[in-house]
């Protein structure tokens, strides 16, 4: 304990070694359900089921660990969804292009992430952008968390006639659940309960067991194949020209994804600096674009950091010891299937087309809700300030993407500083983000 005490700065950052590994189950816990999210996405474009959950938990693993190992951040990793949607319908489904290209494509786009890491351009990126934003950014993702865990949990649902969200049918238990969770972890948080979402989600399993909410499936299972997509990219055909837009559209999505979890991340967890940095961005940058090549030679989609990793900062968890629990916890899902499978596997209601995560919802509001502190550090009686924060915050979770929310206050900030006089306040790579972004909607 004291070696893992000294090596991982656990007492140096106000935290215990029974805390980050609490931290590290409960972040598991709350990405838990990307390992069958994950293969059944992706089957869908032809590839084997388990050898893309075995690829999706050995990478996961690997990105994981490495974090906590070169970046000692409590920053899990993993496929991230969306990007995976993307790879799926559009460019293998809908473009007809062969799951192996596909590979390829992703492994090609980790690679020019691993080289702007070097080149120190995503590091420059993340300490151009003023405080005012990345408070906005911490918030706009505690909201986005938030809106994911009520769609989760089916308290919100989308109306198939109008096209809106709008409340669900709060007397279904599936519903009830999620409800009932967030007050025991909202209880035993206030009362300094460590484990509080862990015990929370434990609870509400018992409560849904006999109602099959969740299923029991058994304990232990052999882990499947890797081998039908290990190795299977094909770089060769990927390298083709015509394939490039998709290789930096592959590369704007995660860049973009990236960036706000850092800056989230960090900020809740006390480890950015007063000016904004971020001690070893570097090595939590190289980290995650070295997991995409690693995902996509196992044989699955671009991997990044994860947004859930907040739930396990919000139990504490300020070491890559947390990291390296839930990486180890990835691994050991490859033997425990039936059982990550009972809390990860989802809950459909008879008769509807929706999949709801009822065990999962309620951490994940409960650390939106916890994310919205940062909201104090915006200067809202500076417009130049204050509203490019709010276009990030309300952008999140209404477009339903990190990186569009992003887009909305990286754009306005230096637009509003150049025409209030004010040019001088922002750095040149703020300007040079807005020219991209703006340029990402006119031509991509």
């Known amino acids: 304990m004291s070696f893992l005490d000294r090596f991982f700065q656990v007492s140096a950052r106000n935290s215990s070694v029974k805390t980050e590994i609490i931290a590290g189950l409960t972040t598991f816990v709350t990405m838990a359900y990307i390992i069958f999210v994950q293969p059944t996405i992706l089957s869908a474009g032809g590839m084997d089921f388990g050898a893309v959950l075995a690829a999706t938990c050995i990478s996961s693993a690997f990105a994981s660990i490495l974090m906590g190992l070169y970046a000692n951040y409590p920053i899990a990793l993993a496929p991230a969804m969306g990007e995976n949607i993307f790879f799926t319908f559009s460019v293998i489904v809908a473009m007809q292009i062969s799951?192996?290209?596909?590979?390829?494509?992703?492994?090609?786009s980790g690679v020019l992430f691993l080289l702007l890491t070097f080149f120190n351009v995503r590091e420059l990126m993340i300490?151009?952008?003023?405080?005012?934003l990345k408070s906005g950014i911490a918030v706009g993702i505690g909201i986005f968390i938030a809106f994911i865990g009520l769609v989760y949990g089916g308290i919100i649902v989308k109306d198939p006639a109008g096209g809106v969200v709008r409340l669900g049918d709060v007397k279904s238990l599936h519903v009830l659940l999620p409800l009932i969770g967030l007050l025991i972890i909202a209880v035993l948080s206030y009362l300094r309960v460590k484990g509080a979402m862990i015990i929370g989600m434990a609870i509400i399993t018992a409560i849904a067991l006999p109602y099959g909410i969740v299923t029991f499936h058994g304990v232990v299972s052999a882990p499947p194949s890797i081998?039908?997509?290990?190795?299977?990219?094909?770089?060769?055909?990927?390298l083709s020209l015509k394939y490039l837009p998709l290789i930096l559209v592959f590369l704007f999505m995660t860049l973009f994804d990236t960036v706000g979890t850092v800056v989230g991340v960090t900020q809740q967890a006390g480890l950015m600096k007063e000016d904004g940095s971020v001690p070893k961005l570097r090595q939590i940058l190289m980290t995650d674009a070295t997991a995409t090549v690693v995902g996509a030679a196992l044989g699955t989609s671009t991997v990044v950091t994860y947004i859930e990793?907040?739930?396990?900062?919000?139990?504490?968890?300020r070491t890559g010891l947390t990291a390296i629990v839930a990486g180890v916890m990835f691994i050991l899902a490859l033997f425990f299937e039936p059982l990550a499978k009972m809390l990860?596997?989802?809950f459909r209601p008879d008769g509807s087309q929706l999949t709801f995560y009822p065990i999962i919802a309620p951490a994940l509001i409960f650390v939106g809700a916890m994310l919205m502190r940062s909201v104090t550090k915006i200067d809202f009686y500076d417009l130049t300030e204050s509203l490019p924060a709010f276009l990030v915050i309300v952008g999140m979770p209404l477009t339903y993407s990190i990186a569009d929310g992003l887009a909305f206050g990286f754009i306005s900030y230096p637009i509003l500083k150049i025409f209030t006089g004010r040019v001088k306040e922002v750095h040149w790579m703020m300007h040079a983000l807005a020219v991209i972004f703006i340029l990402r909607y006119a031509f991509l």
């Open 309 to 317: 990793s907040s739930a396990g900062v919000q139990e504490g968890g």
């Open 344 to 346: 990860g596997g989802g």
């Open 227 to 238: 081998m039908p997509t290990l190795f299977q990219m094909n770089l060769l055909d990927a």
């Open 99 to 108: 799951w192996q290209t596909a590979l390829g494509i992703i492994f090609i």
């Open 127 to 132: 300490n151009a952008i003023p405080m005012s």
